[in-house]
């Protein structure tokens, strides 16, 4: 299986700041996306990590919020911008093995915004 | 499109089975499981991928019926490590994307 690793794995922030998130998989990951999952909630996909060109928003979220960088095929970052307590959540980055397509994920950074 | 799961929530107690559904209104590819324990990052169970599939490892098993657009996951003999949220994940025909279902919670008790 392949092996991701986000951090940090939590923060506490203030209203209106920035927080960036980083993600480094393995080589055998060919797509990498970025989930949020509320507390007790489904799984939503933000957006699709594109290798060098930007990437592909969901419906509802959009590139000044969440702004996703993915320089090679194995780093991403997501950074929440100008942040607000409805921005707490759990980020998940999230990639695919090329041949089955079976999902893997982080261990999620759990995000608080105060 | 988000699949729909159902039942929302399963109580069962050890040995016992379940069933969960996961239907979509589009035309799928594939049809994934994943079971999501309490402050832990979903972990992947089994991918379907034809229509009529079944596949199955140890006591847990589904099926997808692809011209239904429907799956569901079979758990036998349920263990207290079975407890958890179990996602069904879909993947549109032409699509690379995984979209998840609203999660079925499972509680196994002894």
């Known amino acids: 299986s392949a092996v991701i690793s986000q951090k940090p794995s939590r923060d506490i922030c203030q209203r209106g700041t920035s927080l960036t998130i980083q993600c480094q998989v393995d080589s055998q990951v060919t797509m990498m996306f970025w989930y949020r999952q509320q507390p007790g909630q489904s799984l939503t996909l933000i957006a699709t990590?594109?290798?060098?060109?930007?990437?592909?928003?969901e419906s509802g979220f959009v590139i000044d919020k969440f702004p996703i960088s993915r320089p090679n095929l194995t780093f991403s970052t997501l950074t929440v911008s100008n942040m607000s307590p409805e921005d707490s959540s759990i980020y998940l980055c999230?990639?695919?093995?090329?041949?089955?397509?079976?999902?893997?994920f982080g261990e999620g950074s759990r995000l608080t915004v105060l | 499109q988000q699949p729909v799961q159902s039942p929302q929530a399963v109580i069962l107690r050890e040995g016992e089975d379940a069933v969960i559904n996961c239907s979509s209104s589009?035309?799928?590819?594939?049809v994934h499981w994943y079971r999501q324990k309490h402050g832990e990052a979903p972990v992947f169970l089994m991918i379907l991928l034809k229509g009529g599939e079944q596949k199955g490892h140890d006591k847990i098993s589904a099926s997808f019926n692809e011209k239904k657009q429907q799956s569901s996951l079979y758990l036998t003999a349920s263990q207290l490590s079975y407890s958890g949220t179990y996602f069904c994940?879909?993947?549109?025909?032409?699509?690379?994307?995984?979209?998840f279902g609203a999660g079925t919670r499972l509680f196994v008790k002894a």
């Open positions: 999230s990639g695919r093995a090329g041949g089955t397509g079976e999902l893997f």
């Open positions: 990590a594109n290798q060098g060109s930007e990437a592909t928003y």
């Open positions: 589009k035309a799928l590819y594939s």
């Open positions: 994940g879909t993947r549109d025909t032409g699509g690379f994307k995984t979209i």
